[in-house]
């Protein structure tokens, strides 16, 4: 056995230090560790990737079928590259149907819906997260447990309200129905949780009214929330088909979503013109998610919502 020892080094307290065996064997186990660490982040990189292309694929589909012939859209397998680019469909589908005129009430509702919800949201919110009074809690549990209770069971009853008001077939059936939202109050209040009780116990202190507080002090500090509420608010409310469906019959009343559906037919169906349509839709989803990124992610991840 080697009993050679290296010899003395000030630096250490003059003590020797062993030649071979420990130094080599406490690197060997750190070089492994290191190693299987870098074959996981790979790995992990690999399966995100493989997953992104995956939930890319029916956009990338609907790019390519936007500019192709009604016959080559089903095609199988599907025709990637097509023959013949179309391009103008994008031209042809204004004068097909009054899409500038769907586009417009989709619009408006959205920002419509989305500016109210915001609104009502944030305001509710900091009652159940800023103010105490009897029963907040529960009162808050039993609102939120509403977000379980599918549209669908209320769906009847709704529509009778709305038709003996005489709100059927107009824009305020839908804005009164959606303006309120108990995910919009319980996202907000996660986020006023994250805001500490004493800036509005010192606003309290120096006169400011609970109005005061909400307006002056936490929304000015709920921006991410904010944004994150009224990214997804409007998004669900452009994307909305039964609402509209169900509520507007004058077609000029009509959203974007219930315009495309002119063209399907009886027997056959314009696929390319529903492609061509669906590409000039999600641009200002697309438009409105980019400028909003940022606050959007900073606001899920503030408020409890992983």
Same mark, same amino acid.
Request: proline share 5%; charged share 15%.
């Given at each position: 056995?080697?009993?050679?020892?290296?010899?003395?080094?000030?630096?250490?307290?003059? @003590? &020797?230090?062993?030649?071979?065996?420990?130094?080599?064997?406490?690197?060997?186990?750190?070089?492994?560790?290191?190693?299987?660490?870098? =074959?996981?982040?790979?790995?992990?990189?690999? &399966?995100?990737? @493989? $997953?992104?292309?995956?939930? =890319?694929?029916?956009?990338?589909?609907?790019?390519?079928?936007?500019?192709?012939?009604?016959?080559?859209?089903?095609? !199988?397998?599907?025709?990637?590259?097509? /023959? /013949?680019?179309?391009?103008?469909?994008?031209?042809?589908?204004? *004068?097909?149907?009054?899409?500038?005129?769907?586009?417009?009430?989709?619009?408006?509702?959205? !920002?419509?819906? *989305?500016?109210?919800?915001?609104? *009502?949201?944030?305001?509710?919110?900091?009652?159940? @997260?800023?103010?105490?009074?009897?029963?907040?809690? &529960?009162?808050? $549990?039993?609102?939120?447990?509403?977000?379980?209770?599918?549209?669908?069971?209320?769906?009847?009853?709704?529509?009778?309200?709305?038709?003996?008001?005489?709100?059927?077939?107009?824009?305020?059936?839908?804005?009164?129905?959606?303006?309120?939202? &108990?995910?919009?109050?319980? $996202?907000?209040?996660?986020?006023?949780?994250?805001?500490? %009780? +004493?800036?509005?116990?010192?606003?309290? $202190?120096?006169?400011?009214? +609970?109005?005061?507080?909400?307006?002056?002090?936490?929304?000015?500090?709920?921006?991410?929330?904010?944004?994150?509420?009224?990214?997804?608010?409007?998004?669900? *409310?452009?994307?909305?088909?039964?609402?509209?469906?169900?509520?507007?019959?004058?077609?000029?009343?009509?959203?974007?979503?219930?315009?495309?559906?002119?063209?399907?037919?009886?027997? %056959?169906?314009?696929?390319?013109?529903?492609?061509?349509?669906?590409?000039?839709?999600?641009?200002?989803?697309?438009?409105?998610?980019?400028?909003?990124?940022?606050?959007?992610?900073?606001?899920?991840?503030?408020?409890?919502?992983?």
């Amino acid at each position: 056995m080697n009993t050679s020892v290296l010899p003395e080094d000030s630096t250490t307290g003059g @003590a &020797a230090r062993p030649l071979g065996g420990d130094g080599a064997g406490r690197s060997g186990p750190a070089a492994r560790r290191r190693a299987v660490r870098l =074959l996981g982040r790979v790995l992990l990189h690999a &399966a995100l990737i @493989a $997953l992104a292309a995956a939930i =890319l694929v029916p956009f990338a589909w609907m790019l390519v079928s936007s500019v192709k012939r009604d016959s080559d859209v089903l095609t !199988v397998p599907i025709q990637w590259i097509p /023959e /013949e680019f179309r391009w103008d469909n994008f031209t042809h589908i204004w *004068t097909r149907i009054p899409l500038l005129t769907y586009l417009g009430n989709s619009l408006f509702l959205s !920002v419509t819906i *989305t500016g109210l919800q915001v609104l *009502t949201g944030s305001f509710a919110a900091y009652g159940f @997260a800023k103010t105490r009074f009897p029963g907040r809690d &529960a009162l808050f $549990l039993a609102y939120v447990s509403t977000i379980a209770v599918p549209w669908q069971a209320y769906m009847v009853p709704q529509y009778i309200i709305m038709e003996r008001l005489g709100l059927v077939n107009t824009r305020l059936s839908l804005i009164l129905l959606q303006a309120f939202g &108990a995910f919009g109050v319980f $996202l907000m209040r996660q986020y006023y949780l994250t805001i500490p %009780d +004493e800036i509005s116990e010192a606003a309290r $202190l120096d006169g400011l009214s +609970e109005y005061g507080i909400w307006a002056r002090i936490v929304l000015p500090l709920s921006k991410p929330a904010l944004a994150g509420l009224a990214l997804l608010t409007f998004v669900n *409310t452009w994307n909305d088909y039964m609402g509209p469906f169900i509520y507007l019959t004058d077609n000029e009343l009509w959203t974007v979503q219930l315009g495309l559906r002119q063209f399907v037919g009886v027997y %056959d169906s314009q696929y390319a013109m529903i492609m061509t349509g669906s590409v000039v839709s999600v641009l200002p989803i697309l438009v409105v998610f980019l400028a909003g990124q940022r606050y959007f992610v900073q606001g899920i991840a503030t408020s409890g919502m992983k």
